[in-house]
């Protein structure tokens, strides 16, 4: 009993140590990825680099240079007009690329969003810096200055509704609901709610507004994307971990997403560059691009590294079903557009039926979208 005393906190080190080597090699030694060689682990990336050629469904068609030193944000408003955040600053450039103004902002922003043309006030910017949101009207004049709860807070998404204006805090892995005139009406993700929480592990959590007036939020550390009422109802939920190409890798994923015109998703991961189209109900639909087509070295793939922080791509779309993604390497948008249009289906697709069993709230939202047929009859 004495030694265990003088020896308790070496002993309790020990066990940890051994435990988590246990872990380790269970995970390590369960994934496809890794391969063993003289009694060490490796993973090889080299089978998620190149991606089959049959499901890249979109090509590059437009590059378009951004006159800053870093770029964070990029979101498109009316007139297909786009709006990058940056430096200290939003520019915004016409869809095909000329640079149309620049408007300054207090702080360094982190995300940006602009009022659609169901909005009150269509083409209002939305600038999340620091812990402030800072409201612009469309010609750059300023509106005004919203604070949020928590002076920690990271503003990392902003999402404009007609009435309604959402913000993903990523420090305290809540999503913010205001009014038009900046008062915080209700917050989604409160743990001391009693409701369904949000794993965020770093500063990425998007937002988006989907169709039907619902509200799509990355749970990145769960690797899925979840969809909400404005009140905060959870409807559907979809996304499974693994390195596969319908699968979302790594710890957290998808770091960003858009939604296309049709009601489609679009994904952006980090750890395995990668940009991806879903359905609304995650049924994979096709690869925009891949690690190589990005520009990613297939020796960067997984790199906790600082340098992959620069390897994590933001996406938007247009009224078009254009998706543009910010290359924060390039310092610039580029813009994809589908090219094999009869296989992609803009329109409807059947969903997988086998979809609904396995997730009993999409079954919900099936239910509740079949009142609603004119959701697939666009495209």
Known sequence: MRFLNEHRGMLVTAVIAIAVGIASYAVVSSDPLAQRSRGSFTIDYSSVYEVDSDLIQFRQTEEIKVQMDEVRGICVGPADKLYIAGDQAVAVYSQDGVELATIRTDGEPSCV??????????????????????????????????????????????????????????????????????????????PDDGGRTFNVPNTYFDIAIGSEGRLHVANPGALRIETYTFDGAMEVRWGEPGAAIDRFFGCCNPSYFAVLPGGEIVTSEKGIPRIKVYSEFGEF???????????????????????????????ATDSRGRILVLDPRRKSVRVFERSIVEKSGIGFQPVNPEMWDRLPACRLAHDRLEAYPTVWDRG
């Open 113 to 190: 969003a602009i009022g659609n043309d169901q909005h009150v006030s269509p083409g209002r910017i939305y600038v999340g810096a620091g812990d402030r949101i800072e409201v612009f009207e469309p010609d750059g004049s300023r509106v005004g200055t919203w604070s949020v709860p928590d002076d920690n807070a990271i503003l990392a998404s902003i999402a404009v509704a007609a009435n309604d204006v959402f913000v993903a805090d990523a420090a305290n892995r809540v999503v913010l609901r205001f009014d038009l005139a900046g008062k915080l009406v209700s917050v989604i993700g409160k």
């Open 285 to 315: 639909r096709s690869v925009v691009a891949g690690p190589s087509m990005l520009g990613v070295a297939q020796s960067e793939l997984g790199d906790p590294r600082a340098v992959q922080a620069e390897a994590v791509f933001d996406v």
